[in-house]
């Protein structure tokens, strides 16, 4: 449905993504982290309004399951008040959307649990803010990268001798670690809203955007600075990779 805020405009989209962030996500990551939670978060949002209905963040002090966008599923399957789907000012209702009528965001690209866990929960979408890369290079998290090169990706085994030729051609580094564009859903970071606003509204308003989108990034600085000291300091947690 195009009339859905959702896929109105891409600045529509992604400025109701970033306040999520800021105002809702950010404050309860704040709490996460001081008890030596990683800092990552989730959230899910109505298509028709885009009302944040669901936000969570990581909880594997209590267990190494519970990473933001888990918890923020769990979350949305238990609660049992939503509020309207189209405007949060009307009375909220037991009535829970269908994962296919909701937006979900994760403040980082999702691991492979988590990709398992959107794609069997039902939602079509996802939009994350930091990208495996920088969950490696920023935040000293390497594993979403490790887990998916060492667990999901098996060598082609060529069937005949043409093949064979071909695939020793094959930079096996070059392929994407999963499939953002399949079947059960599409992936886009905030940096692809940014192109979208670019290629509809020009570069001087996708400019204005990208400054947006650092601006929050750089609100993580010290929530990775807070979880990094608790790693040190040797925080009780149930997560083995920290
Ligand atoms: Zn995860």
Redesign the pocket.
Known sequence: MASQAYDSDPITLLKSLLATIENEVIPLTSKGVSSGNKL?GAAILSKAGLVPLTVST?NETASPLL????NCIQQFFAQTSFPDPSDASKPRSPQRPNPRDCVFL?T?E??????S?ITWSGFDNFFYLFTYEDSRDLFSIPY?IEILREVFRVPAVPVSGAEKEEMDGEDIDARPLYNRRNKFFTARSFEDLAREIAEKHGEGESGKWEEEIRRIKELYNELSDTYQKSKTSGVDSASFWK
């Open positions: 990552f990581n990473h933001g966008e888990i994760a980082h999702p691991c492979s649990l988590c990709l866990g979403d």
